[in-house]
């Protein structure tokens, strides 16, 4: 069973950059399919960024143009890059992992805070 942890939350300013890292342990990572989800206060979850079973990526209209998720196998370790940061960013970021080829997430991160001030 995979654990996940997520790192590189933080506080910047809006039109910054953060990057965000998820590590992947005790799986065969390359089985899994990644995902990034947020959620801010009195909103429900929203499905961010996400790798397909062929290894394509697909994005929210919110992120769009905005984010790139990306994996390092050799590392276990799958990224989101934000940039062009704004305020109605706030909120937890999680990874998710799903066994490739079924539907859903059933493996989540502990979560980061991302807070972009305006």
């Known amino acids: 069973q995979v654990q996940l942890v997520e790192s590189g939350g933080g506080l910047v300013q809006a039109g910054g950059s953060l990057r965000l890292s998820c590590a992947a342990s005790?799986?065969?990572?390359?089985?899994?399919?990644m995902a990034w989800f947020r959620q801010a206060p009195g909103k429900e979850r929203e499905l961010l960024a996400a790798?397909?079973?062929?290894?394509?990526?697909t994005y929210s209209d919110s992120v769009k143009g905005r984010f790139t998720i990306s994996r390092d196998n050799s590392k276990n370790t799958v990224y989101l890059q934000m940039n062009s940061l704004k305020p109605e960013d706030t909120a937890v970021y999680y990874c998710?992992?799903?066994?490739?080829?079924?539907?859903?997430?059933?493996?989540w991160g502990q979560g980061t805070q991302v807070t972009v001030s305006s």
């Open positions: 790798f397909s079973d062929n290894g394509g990526s």
């Open positions: 005790g799986g065969t990572f390359s089985v899994y399919a």
């Open positions: 998710a992992a799903r066994i490739r080829y079924t539907a859903n997430y059933n493996y």
